[in-house]
């Protein structure tokens, strides 16, 4: 499951990076809630915006663009 690759890269760098989810979505311009729930396998309605922009703070999106396009068709 692709999306659960996702959850996984977002939780690890941010813990490399260590970062608290607070941090985090401060940072990155994306709600706590939202954040919470994509790292815990909660979240299934995703906000494109949200989600590229925290992608894209932890240099992450390079490695899952072409997945990112193909779910969103963008």
């Known amino acids: 499951d692709y999306l659960a690759e996702v959850r996984l890269f977002v939780k690890g760098r941010r813990r490399v990076l ?3 989810q607070p941090e985090l979505a401060q940072k990155s311009g994306v709600g706590l809630r939202f954040l919470r729930e994509l790292e815990q396998g909660t979240k299934t309605n995703f906000n494109t ?3 590229y922009k925290l992608l894209k703070l932890l240099n992450l999106f390079s490695r899952i663009s ?3 396009c193909i779910t969103f068709k963008i």
């Open 18 to 20: 260590g970062l608290t």
């Open 66 to 68: 072409k997945w990112f």
């Open 49 to 51: 915006d949200s989600l």
